[in-house]
C-alpha cells in the first residue's frame, strides 16, 4: 500500500512542498487512460507525449500509474480526491486508508 508514489507525496508534504502535492494528486488529469496503460508496460515513448516537471522521475510516474490501476475501482476521497477500496466511511464521507493514516499520525 505505501508505494513509492505514496512515500514520495507523504515527504513532499512533510517538507511543506505542497504545489508538487497538489501537481501529483492532480496527476490524473494530466495523463489519459491509455497512456497510463502504456506507463503500467514501461513504454517511455509516453514521456513524449506527457508534458511533464523535471523533478517527476520515470520511477514516480510508474509507481503512480501502479496506484491508478489498483484504484480503478473504489469510492472517491474526500481529502485527496483519489479512489481506492482501502478506507474508512465518516459520517456518509470517504476517506482512504492513506488519509486516515495521515489523519491519525497528526492528531
Ligand atoms: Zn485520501
Not at 513504454?43 to 509507481?63: F, M, N, Q, T
Not at 488519509?99 to 491519525?104: D, E, M, P
Amino acid at each position: 500500500m505505501n508505494n513509492f508514489f505514496e512515500q514520495t507525496v507523504l515527504e513532499l508534504t512533510r517538507k511543506g512542498d505542497l504545489k508538487k502535492v497538489k501537481f501529483l494528486r492532480g496527476l490524473h488529469r494530466h495523463i489519459m487512460p491509455s497512456q497510463v496503460a502504456r506507463i503500467n508496460q514501461n513504454d517511455r515513448g509516453v514521456l513524449r507525449e506527457i508534458v511533464l516537471p523535471k523533478w517527476v522521475s520515470w520511477d514516480l510516474l510508474r509507481a503512480w500509474a501502479d496506484n491508478f490501476k489498483e484504484e480503478g475501482k473504489g469510492k472517491i476521497c474526500i481529502l485527496c480526491n483519489s479512489q481506492s477500496d482501502l478506507g474508512v466511511d465518516f459520517r456518509d464521507k470517504f476517506i482512504c486508508e492513506n488519509c486516515f493514516i495521515r489523519l491519525k499520525q497528526l492528531t
